[in-house]
């Protein structure tokens, strides 16, 4: 048999899937109520009232329900669609066509696959527009009244006019810096001639007002721009080599006898390493820390600088007052002096022109805490400090969510496809509902469940404490039966995407390379090895 | 004559054991099935339920996987796709998609054997005429009664224009004129060099279509055989002649037992029609008489869809390959026949009575001479009377009946014109 002929049976069958779900009211029931409840959920749930929170909250709600509830469908469906043939008997009709049986798996797989990506283009598309058009670009503010009183005032036509056009310009561009600039200019030309005249005090604080209210919408406008409406990448200082430092303590430690006895060697290493991560970054009081960050493109906009620091004592919701230096090309400076939240994410933006020829940036931050007890501060190595520049658009970004997505609900499918070759319908819907929300907790159960598990030895001990052999002989086993299940937290794409973050190609490649590639395609053989070898009029029904 | 011909199924020492999800061993469906059964054959296999018939059919199909021995159909395994492209099957239920109307069906299947759009659509239309559901092509199928399902189902099983066709309980459901034309379309396959594989509890469908017979009874073939071998009574006579005279009728009996002795039992009795030609006669009266019905129109039948299927094949160059006589048709591609060891044919045994007549007897009661292969001389011989039997030994109350009506016209007496329900229609008095 030909490929083509091949082919055209696997359309054939995945198109009669197809009608099967649509006719069997199953997909119906599920679009209705995703179209229903995606775009009515801006108007239930209640953000921050600001418009990246709102924009965030649209976002992450939006493709969790479309995802879990896409990932459920394919669950069923795909089990469901061959034991539906077998339980209806249309498998003794249809198996002795001219039709390979692996072929017959392909098909329906494609069939689910095809509904999947229907409904998935579907929802992405509304929340895609539904973040388009709450993230419209704001109207300029009114100033037909301010415009009379700043001409009584004496400020010439020309200049108010300049001041009206740069408005409306910053809020129907991209809001970039040299807009902003043009601004400021008209509105400092306006400050100027107001202040000329004691007289306009009045005037000078209706337009100080409304400059404010401008900056205030377009300020909020740029930032959703920035950190929402977009696809950015971020880059971070190198962490200096701490393993280096712990292995060289470790000889020292050994060498002076000075390792502990009742604790275990993986325990000191891990608590030096958690020493050394802090102390690398950490700026006492007064100090200043200098970072160097490389890779950055050259673009026209703005650069993103996220930090989240932590202090080594006291209460944790302090504030301490620091001091950013932006160093850049020619070195012109950027400097951010205000004090800062402890364990809070924080950013600001500087301008990307910045960036010198050879893509760095100097970032230096200074520790200004001057309290009675001043407290250093310290950057832990994931997430500490790092510089976002847009990478991508945000429809590239939810392109490559639903890519993301896709492969999950492709692998959920042909999990799905495989349990229906030996099990029955309730039992397959079991299996895969297992694996499937094993495969959620699986890094939780790896990290926390397993490093806390004791069966044979008492729990009650020291911390480091060598582990009862027995006990360390099982969590090695657990370890490797829960790292068999795929690992669906690890391709979490709602995050990024609400954090406007561009989701890496290589996340995207290790997603379809892991979950469909190797896994699918070893599930694949099995499901066809197995399949190939049923008995389909048997008369015992499988369980 | 039949072993001349090439072989279409070929079965040794097949059998089947079914086991529990425990691998105990349960059931023996079948034990050491040996067939062969041969192009443009018509082969029943009849048997009790649970003698293993449908398990059977479905090794033949590759549902079902041998435990031991081997099937081959043309000569290679049931499962490969090159077989299957050969073949049709019609299982015992309509086992089909309700949610399709009877066209999406049939399009269905024919894409799955990657028939061209345009063919598939001519043999599409050609079948719901032929099993005369053209209007209701577009009804679901789970508004479809019992019959109509059957009808699609007998379709499907004809998309592909088959060489070998499966037939399990071909007319469970049907009205007895889509019975007919079933029947009809068996023998139609036959005489394109089709070959028919017949599975049915009515043994008169059997009869009437069937060649050769095997009888499986706990899975094991107990008889098989020709059928007029099987059902010939040779401890009686029949003939058969136009209406007579009484006075011949004396004569003859008189000669017959001067020859044979006065001890002999004779019976004469004037020609019956089977209820099954005085239904097809109403209906086609009523047809004549354009009366409407909300079921099944008449099919067009086998052969109006043949001729159709030739009308194709000379519009269609593609479909003359597909439609040529099965000689012609290359063997399955990839190379050599599978060897299959079957040992030397089996030595046809004599009929066992006591088996034949506990399957046979209801449904058929009379005892009739066995038929010719031809499906005219079968049409003219189902319209042929009895008008003279001669047993051995009648015992039943038939024989006892007869006896009476015998000794009437050897006293020259003549039929009570009250007691004979045939005397109208066959005017003698």
Redesign the interface.
């Known amino acids: 048999?030909r490929f083509g002929?091949v082919l055209?049976?696997i359309v054939?069958?995945a198109r009669?899937g197809i009608?099967?779900a649509v006719?069997?009211k199953i997909v119906l029931v599920v679009a209705v109520f995703l179209v229903v409840l995606v775009p009515a959920l801006p108007f239930l749930l209640k953000s921050d009232n600001t418009l990246d929170g709102q924009l965030r909250m649209i976002i992450t709600y939006s493709l969790y329900l479309t995802s879990f509830l896409l990932s459920v469908i394919t669950l069923f469906l795909s089990v469901a669609a061959l034991n539906f043939e077998i339980k209806?008997?249309?498998?003794?009709?249809?198996?002795?066509?001219?039709?390979?049986r692996f072929t017959l798996l392909v098909g329906k797989w494609l069939g689910i696959m095809l509904i999947n990506l229907a409904l998935l283009i579907a929802m992405m598309g509304v929340t895609y527009g539904l973040v388009r058009w709450f993230g419209r670009p704001p109207r300029p503010v009114k100033l037909e009244n301010l415009g009379k009183h700043l001409r009584e005032a004496g400020v010439d036509t020309e200049a108010v006019e300049r001041f009206n056009a740069t408005q409306r310009q910053l809020f129907a561009g991209a809001m970039d810096p040299e807009e902003s600039a043009a601004f400021n200019e008209a509105v400092a030309e306006v400050a100027k001639k107001l202040s000329e005249d004691r007289q306009n005090r009045a005037v000078f604080t209706l337009f100080r007002n409304a400059v404010e209210r401008t900056q205030n919408v377009a300020e909020d406008y740029q930032n959703t721009k920035a950190t929402v409406m977009t696809a950015r990448v971020a880059r971070g200082p190198v962490l200096p080599d701490v393993g280096g430092w712990v292995e060289e303590r470790i000889a020292q430690m050994k060498q002076n006898d000075m390792m502990p006895e009742l604790r275990s060697e993986q325990w000191v290493r891990q608590r030096l390493s958690q020493q050394f991560s802090r102390a690398a970054w950490q700026v006492p009081p007064g100090g200043i820390m200098h970072w160097e960050i490389h890779d950055l493109p050259q673009f026209k906009g703005w650069l993103v600088i996220r930090f989240r620091f932590l202090r080594d004592r006291g209460e944790p919701d302090n504030e301490i007052l620091v001091r950013f230096v932006i160093t850049g090309r020619d070195d012109r400076q950027s400097v951010v002096r205000r004090h800062y939240r402890v364990d809070m994410q924080h950013a600001f933006s500087v301008p990307s022109t910045l960036v010198r020829q050879d893509g760095t940036i100097d970032i230096s931050f200074e520790n200004l805490d001057s309290g009675e007890e001043p407290v250093a501060a310290w950057f832990p190595a994931q997430g500490g400090i790092s510089v976002l520049f847009p990478a991508g658009s945000m429809a590239e970004n939810f392109l490559r969510a639903g890519l993301v997505i896709l492969a999950k609900l492709s692998f959920i499918a042909i999990l799905g496809v495989f349990a229906s070759t030996f099990l029955s319908l309730p039992v397959g819907v079991f299996m895969t509902t297992v694996v499937f929300f094993a495969g959620h907790m699986r890094d939780y159960f790896l990290t926390e469940i397993l490093s806390d598990f004791y069966l044979f030895g008492s729990s009650v001990v020291p911390p480091g404490t060598p582990l009862n052999p027995a006990d360390e002989v099982l969590r090695y086993i657990l370890y490797y039966v829960f790292a068999v299940f795929p690992n669906f937290g690890a391709y979490d794409i709602v995050t990024p995407l609400a954090e406007g973050h561009l989701i890496a190609a290589g996340m995207l490649a290790h997603c379809f390379w892991w979950f469909v590639l190797i896994r699918g395609s070893i599930l694949v053989l099995a499901a066809w090895f197995i399949f190939r070898r049923r008995?389909?009029?048997?008369?015992?029904p499988q369980? | 004559m039949a072993s001349e011909r090439p072989v279409v199924i070929e079965t040794a020492q097949v059998g089947k054991m079914f086991r529990d999800f425990w691998m105990r061993k349960r059931v023996k469906a079948l034990d050491n099935i040996n067939l062969q059964i041969f192009r443009g054959e018509i082969f029943g296999l009849l048997g009790p339920n649970g003698s293993g018939k449908s398990t059977l059919v479905k090794i033949l199909l590759g549902l079902l996987f041998p435990t031991t021995g081997r099937a081959a159909i043309f000569g290679r395994d049931p499962r490969n796709v090159a077989v299957k492209d050969r073949i049709g099957y019609m299982p015992e239920e309509s086992y089909l998609y309700r949610y399709l109307d009877a066209e999406e069906t049939l399009n269905f299947y024919g894409k799955l054997f990657n028939l061209p759009s345009a063919e598939r659509r001519h043999r599409v239309e050609l079948l719901l005429e032929m099993v005369g559901l053209t209007h209701q092509r577009q009804r679901p199928l789970v508004e479809y009664s019992k019959g109509m399902a059957r009808r699609i189902g007998l379709a499907q099983a004809l998309i592909n224009d088959p060489d070998l066709v499966f037939l399990d309980e071909p007319t469970t459901g049907l009205d007895p004129i889509g019975t007919r034309e079933i029947k009809d379309l068996i023998k139609e396959l036959r005489n394109r060099g089709k070959t028919v594989f017949l599975c049915s509890h009515l043994l008169a469908d059997v009869e009437d279509v069937c060649d050769r017979v095997a009888i499986l009874y706990g899975g094991r073939v107990r008889r098989i055989g020709k059928i007029r071998d099987l059902l010939a009574d040779r401890n009686a006579t029949q003939i058969t002649t136009p209406v007579l005279k009484p006075e011949t009728v004396r004569r003859a009996l008189a000669v017959i037992r001067e020859s044979e002795g006065t001890h002999i039992e004779a019976t004469v009795q004037p020609p019956r029609n089977r209820l099954e030609q005085v239904f097809h006669a109403v209906v086609e009266e009523a047809r004549e008489a354009r009366l409407e019905t909300a079921g099944t129109t008449v099919g067009t039948g086998a052969a109006a869809y043949f001729e159709g299927l030739d009308r194709g094949e000379k519009a269609d160059a593609i479909l003359e390959d597909l439609l040529k006589a099965p000689e012609e048709k290359p063997e399955p591609s990839g190379g050599e026949r599978e060897e299959i060891v079957v040992p030397a044919t089996p030595k046809e045994p004599e009929p066992d009575r006591a088996v034949i007549a506990d399957l046979l007897a209801p449904q058929s009661p009379d005892g009739r001479e066995g038929k010719e292969d031809s499906g005219k001389e079968e049409a003219a011989e189902s319209k042929r009377d009895r008008p003279l039997v001669l047993p051995a030994d009648a015992g039943d109350k038939d024989a006892r009946d007869a006896e009476q009506v015998l000794g009437d016209l050897l006293r020259g007496g003549s039929y009570d014109k009250d007691e004979d329900p045939d005397k109208d229609k066959t005017g003698q008095g």
Do not use: C, W, Y
């Open positions: 048999m002929e055209n049976q054939t069958i009669h009608v099967q006719r069997m209806g008997r249309q498998i003794l009709v249809l198996d002795p066509k001219p039709v390979h008995e389909l009029a048997a008369l015992t369980s």
